[in-house]
Nanobody, 118 residues
Framework: QVQLVESGGGLVQAGGSLRLSCAAS????????RGWFRQAPGKEREFVAA????????YYADSVKGRFTVSRDNAKNTVFLQMNSLKPEDTGVYYC???????????WGQGTQVTVFS
């Protein structure tokens, strides 16, 4: 069974940082691009960041560019999202995904809540 499991979400004050992790199991995702999406209350899910299978290319939504960094460790089948200078508008459920670059959305995790308060 294919599984993507996120961790690292939580409650943080504006200006703070969080690091999300997404571990894959059930199959090898090393050849898949990986990504992060988020969904705020009452809004549609939106793209946040993506990284190619090699880690050589990354792509970010304009709203997080310069603040968030996506990376991956293929040996551990894990992708990370380092989030710095967090803002209240970054609040939402963050989903890990795998698929085709630049919007890998074929496989999904269950999501992890990130709440940023001012």
């Amino acid at each position: 069974q294919v599984q993507l499991v996120e961790s690292g979400g939580g409650l943080v004050q504006a200006g703070g940082s969080l690091r999300l992790s997404c571990a894959a199991s059930g199959r090898t995702f090393s050849r898949y691009s990986r990504g992060w999406f988020r969904q705020a209350p009452g809004k549609e899910r939106e793209f946040v960041a993506a990284i190619t299978w090699s880690g050589g290319s990354t792509y970010y939504a304009d709203s997080v560019k310069g603040r968030f960094t996506v990376s991956r460790d293929n040996a551990k089948n894990t992708v990370f999202l380092q989030m710095n200078s967090l803002k209240p508008e970054d609040t939402g459920v963050y989903y890990c995904a795998a698929g085709t670059y630049p919007t890998p959305n074929a496989y999904w995790g269950q999501g992890t809540q990130v709440t940023v308060f001012s």
